[in-house]
C-alpha cells in the first residue's frame, strides 16, 4: 500500500519569509514524488518531481529515503504562492497518490 | 481542443438516481484517473485506468463504476448516488514511458451535488 501525508492543513507566513511544506510517504519500493499546485480557480497542475530535480517557481524539493520525507520549500515566500498545494507519489503499480493536501497563505 | 475536459460542469441529481460524469483526453494518454475533492480528504483516487479495457480499484471505489472502451474516454458512474457522494470530481491523464510516468494532467472538474 502506498501513503501520503501532509500534516499541515493550513499555513500562513509573511512575504519575504521562508516556507516549507512537509510531506511524508509510506511505500516499499522506490517511489517516484510530485508536488502539484492549485491556484484559485485553476486546475490543478504539476509544480516539480523528483526525477527532475529541478527548482520551479523558486520551490525545491528533495526527497529524503531515509526519513521517507519529500518536503517542498522556498526560501522567500511571495504573496502569488498562496495556493493549495499537494504531494504525490506514484508507485509501481502506477497509480497516483495524493496527500490531504496544504493550503498555503502567504500574507503582505 | 487538445487537452481533457470533463462534463458537466457542475450536476444536481436526486437521491438513487444514476449520474455518468463524462471525461476526454485528446492526448492519447495510456493512464486515466478519477479523485474526488473533499475538504479535509484532499484528492482520494476512486478508481484509474491503464489502458483501455483495464481499470482498478483506487481508495474509494464503493458506489462508483468505470469503463474505458475508447482509450480517450474514461467515464464514470454513481449507480445510485447517496449525498455522501457530493463532492468535486476531477479526471486526469498522464502517460507511462516504459520507466516512469509523464506529469498527469488535469480536468477543470465536476461539482455534483445530491440532495
Known amino acids: 500500500a502506498q501513503r501520503v501525508t501532509q500534516p499541515e492543513k493550513l499555513l500562513s507566513v509573511f512575504k519575504g519569509a521562508p516556507v516549507e511544506l512537509k510531506c511524508n510517504y509510506s511505500?516499499?519500493?522506490?517511489?517516484?514524488l510530485f508536488w502539484y499546485v492549485q491556484y484559485s480557480r485553476q486546475r490543478l497542475q504539476l509544480l516539480l518531481r523528483?526525477?527532475s530535480r529541478e527548482s520551479i517557481k523558486g520551490f525545491t524539493a528533495d526527497l529524503n529515503k531515509g526519513e521517507t520525507s519529500f518536503h517542498l520549500k522556498k526560501p522567500f515566500a511571495q504573496e502569488e504562492d498562496s495556493a493549495m498545494y499537494y504531494c504525490?507519489?506514484?508507485?509501481?503499480?502506477?497509480?497516483?497518490?495524493f496527500g490531504s493536501g496544504t493550503q498555503l497563505t502567504v500574507l503582505p | 481542443d487538445a487537452g481533457i475536459t470533463q462534463s458537466p460542469r457542475y450536476k444536481i441529481t436526486e437521491t438513487g438516481r444514476q449520474v455518468t460524469l463524462m471525461c476526454h483526453q485528446t492526448?492519447?494518454?495510456?493512464?486515466m484517473f478519477w479523485y474526488r475533492q473533499d475538504l479535509g480528504h484532499g484528492l482520494r483516487l476512486i478508481y484509474y485506468?491503464?489502458?483501455?479495457?483495464?481499470?482498478d480499484k483506487g481508495e474509494v471505489p464503493d458506489g462508483y463504476v468505470v469503463s474505458r472502451s475508447k482509450t480517450e474516454n474514461f467515464p464514470l458512474t454513481l449507480e445510485s448516488a447517496t449525498r455522501s457522494q457530493t463532492s468535486v470530481y476531477f479526471c486526469?491523464?498522464?502517460?507511462?514511458?516504459?520507466?516512469?510516468?509523464?506529469?498527469?494532467?488535469f480536468g477543470q472538474g465536476t461539482r455534483l451535488t445530491v440532495v
Open positions: 486526469a491523464s498522464s502517460h507511462y514511458t516504459g520507466t516512469q510516468n509523464t506529469e498527469a494532467f
Open positions: 511505500y516499499s519500493g522506490s517511489p517516484e
Open positions: 523528483h526525477i
Open positions: 504525490a507519489l506514484s508507485g509501481s503499480a502506477r497509480q497516483l497518490t
Open positions: 492526448w492519447s494518454h495510456s493512464y
Open positions: 485506468s491503464a489502458a483501455a479495457d483495464i481499470t
